[in-house]
């Protein structure tokens, strides 16, 4: 559909040239002179739309290289969402909370873009800060038993639980879990739900900075 969509806007664009030049023909003007006139006016627009011709020029980088495509959820500087439409001059995305963004595509092509949906599975991490009395093997144990018999976890890598940080005031534990891409955001809040509920129920005791979560 991108690629379908981009070149239907441009061949359409290209069309209208077309029949703008034959309908001067038609009127009797020598075609010459309608080519060196739209020649001369192309490098006064040209010059007037550096950052439209920019933004074409990103369209056609993005047709070429595909760091995305429609239905992938990708973010850039502050903007992320699901790509909805990549036309010739902007992409636009559909944020978390139901917003239409449109991203001019010069200005993504000359932007970091990170593309959560390119691969077929993520690491899902979860970083608990506690109390630095607690009882580090005890802990372990609770994080060990929210992960257990998950139908989402993948067998391989291997899930990841332990200790991974000793500050002034806390002990820092991690659980380092992959997953398909699509049920990313189901075990990461089924996880942390199971871990609350655990911590609860043993009378874990949170700090201040209580859960720390990190999105890889």
Same mark, same amino acid.
């Given at each position: 559909?991108?690629?379908?969509?981009?070149?239907?806007?441009?061949? !359409?664009?290209?069309?209208?040239?077309?029949?703008?030049?034959?309908?001067?023909?038609?009127?009797?003007?020598?075609?010459? /002179?309608?080519?060196?006139?739209?020649?001369?006016?192309?490098?006064?627009?040209?010059?007037?739309?550096?950052?439209?011709?920019?933004?074409?020029?990103?369209?056609?980088?993005?047709?070429?290289?595909?760091?995305?495509?429609?239905?992938?959820?990708?973010?850039?500087?502050?903007?992320?969402? &699901?790509?909805?439409?990549?036309?010739?001059?902007?992409?636009?995305?559909?944020?978390?909370?139901?917003?239409?963004?449109?991203?001019?595509?010069? /200005?993504?092509?000359?932007?970091?873009?990170?593309?959560?949906?390119?691969?077929?599975?993520?690491? !899902?991490?979860?970083?608990?800060?506690?109390?630095?009395?607690?009882?580090?093997?005890?802990?372990?144990?609770?994080?060990?038993?929210?992960?257990?018999?998950?139908?989402?976890?993948?067998?391989?890598?291997?899930?990841?639980?332990?200790? &991974?940080?000793?500050?002034?005031?806390?002990?820092?534990? /991690?659980?380092?879990?992959? !997953?398909?891409?699509?049920?990313?955001? &189901?075990?990461?809040?089924?996880?942390?739900?199971?871990?609350?509920?655990?911590?609860?129920?043993?009378?874990?005791?949170?700090?201040?900075?209580?859960?720390?979560?990190?999105?890889?």
């Amino acid at each position: 559909p991108t690629v379908r969509n981009f070149f239907f806007r441009a061949i !359409v664009l290209c069309l209208y040239l077309i029949l703008g030049i034959s309908c001067v023909s038609i009127l009797g003007v020598p075609i010459a /002179s309608v080519i060196t006139l739209l020649a001369s006016a192309g490098v006064a627009v040209g010059l007037a739309l550096q950052g439209s011709l920019s933004n074409l020029a990103g369209g056609i980088m993005l047709l070429l290289f595909r760091p995305f495509k429609v239905g992938n959820y990708i973010k850039s500087g502050t903007d992320e969402g &699901t790509v909805q439409e990549v036309s010739i001059f902007y992409t636009v995305i559909l944020s978390p909370d139901n917003k239409r963004i449109s991203i001019p595509n010069g /200005s993504l092509m000359n932007a970091n873009i990170i593309n959560y949906s390119a691969e077929c599975f993520r690491r !899902v991490d979860l970083i608990y800060q506690l109390g630095r009395d607690e009882d580090v093997e005890k802990i372990k144990g609770y994080l060990e038993s929210c992960i257990q018999d998950d139908e989402l976890i993948r067998k391989y890598p291997e899930p990841f639980v332990g200790l &991974t940080a000793v500050g002034r005031d806390y002990l820092e534990f /991690s659980i380092r879990l992959w !997953v398909d891409t699509p049920s990313y955001w &189901t075990l990461y809040n089924r996880i942390n739900e199971k871990v609350a509920i655990k911590f609860a129920k043993e009378n874990v005791l949170l700090p201040s900075t209580a859960i720390k979560n990190i999105q890889s």
